[in-house]
Structures are given as C-alpha cells and as structure tokens.
C-alpha cells in the first residue's frame, strides 16, 4: 500500500515528523513520544500508518510501566460562565 502524499482533509502536501501523539483509550489517556507520523502541511492533521497505530494499541493493551506521568489540570468552562 502506498503512503499518501496529499491530505485527505484540505488536499494540503504531507510531510514525515516525529511527534508527540496523545491516544484516548477508554477513560484514559496515554502520551507517546518519538511517533513517526504524516502531517499535513496545510491543516495540521495527523496521519498514522496502520502499523504505527497497531503498535500504539498493542503497547497499551501490554500496560508496560510508562516513562513518566503528566499531572493535568482540569477546568469546567461551565463553571466560570453566567
């Protein structure tokens, strides 16, 4: 299969970065760093190659001990509207 050299989204021209890639699994929330990935230079999305993602999963399925944890701060805009 080949790799997309336009996006999907605008048509904008994808390039090849290594990113941070933040993976909603359920309730939780897993950050990977070092992901290679296709960005679209135009828009911002994200692509993933299927084996990039299959890997994401697998390693959260395997729930290895993580590098380290992020503490978050969380607000409700609810709370500070009239």
Known sequence: MSI??????CGGSLERRV????????EDLYE???VP??????CGVVWL???VGQLIDSIIKQNPQPKRYHQVPVF???EFTT
Do not use: D, K, Y
Not at 4 to 9: D, E, K, V, Y
Not at 19 to 26: C, K, L, N, Y
């Open 4 to 9: 997309p050299s336009r996006c999907a989204q």
């Open 19 to 26: 990113i941070t890639h933040q993976q909603p699994w359920g």
């Open 49 to 51: 190659e299927a084996e």
């Open 76 to 78: 409700s805009l609810t």
């Open 32 to 34: 990977f760093e070092n």
């Open 37 to 42: 990935a296709l960005v679209c230079r135009q």
